[in-house]
């Protein structure tokens, strides 16, 4: 594991910087940095699933704005508009909660409501509220919000949501570190098919489904590296795996283990 961890340190230290994040290797935090806002964020964080151009073109259309903006606006400036499973009534809808969210206190204080429970509990305090503020149902809105934790040994992996608290908790080079009171130690994983994969070809992952039990457990595997922030590696995990930087060094993997 040493000779996991120290590759995996060289990993974090050579992407920690603003050029990861650029029109040659497109993310959504790209898009979210542009903004610096805990509810844009949380826009950018629950539409990132596709391609992360698709991901990335779709964000940079939609103005900042739009968060403070009326129904009648919303209905006029996103008319037509759609992300793969949300029609343009999903965003519409989407941007209505948002707006009723942030006049209700905010993201943060919403999910600290939750916090001193535990992670999953803040983030299920979070979607519960977004159901609340806005009695509007469809497949695809749905499916953008997901849906609340009830255990953690069912639960999904819940990426979208995991990656948006990532962001919200961190500060470096990549992370925006926009709220305070939450430990970056309590963070979960953002596991996703790529850092799923890499995982386990490296050792670090031996459960075999992509779901918030293998997140926890990666999680934990990761603390052995850095108990205080053990999700420092997520995005470099991710990387490799979405650059397939292990198949292209076939002897990577074996040297390692």
């Not at 698709?54 to 968060?67: C, E, K, N, T």
């Not at 905010?106 to 916090?115: I, N, P, S, W």
């Not at 919200?168 to 709220?179: A, F, S």
Request: hydrophobic letters at 40%; glycine letters at 6%; charged letters at 25%.
């Amino acid at each position: 594991m040493k000779e996991i961890q120290a590759y995996l340190d060289a990993e974090v230290k050579a992407r920690n910087c603003a050029d990861e994040l650029c029109s040659q290797r497109p993310d959504p935090l790209m898009v979210a940095r542009g903004s610096m806002d805990q509810h844009h964020s949380l826009t950018c964080a629950l539409f990132a699933y596709g391609s992360a151009k698709a991901i990335v073109s779709f964000l940079s259309s939609l103005d900042h704005d739009l968060i403070d903006a009326d129904e009648e606006s919303l209905r006029q400036r996103l008319e037509g508009r759609y992300y793969r499973f949300q029609t343009s009534e999903d965003i519409i809808q989407w941007f209505i909660t948002l707006k009723a969210l942030k006049e209700s206190g905010g993201a943060e204080a919403v999910f600290m409501q939750g916090y001193s429970n535990g992670l999953l509990e803040g983030v299920t305090s979070l979607i519960s509220t977004l159901y609340d503020i806005n009695p509007y149902r469809s497949k695809g809105y749905e499916f953008l919000i997901g849906k609340p934790i009830s255990s953690s040994a069912k639960a999904s992996a819940m990426k979208r949501w995991m990656m948006y608290l990532r962001w919200m908790v961190r500060h470096n080079e990549l992370d925006m570190g926009l709220w305070r009171g939450v430990c970056a130690s309590d963070l979960i994983m953002p596991l996703d098919t790529h850092t799923f994969n890499v995982s386990r070809r490296l050792g670090l992952l031996e459960r075999s489904v992509c779901d918030m039990r293998a997140a926890l457990e990666l999680t934990k595997t990761l603390k052995r590296f850095d108990p205080h922030d053990p999700l420092k590696y997520d995005f470099a995990l991710y990387r490799i795996g979405q650059e397939k930087q292990l198949d292209a060094d076939c002897g990577t993997i074996s040297s390692l283990k």
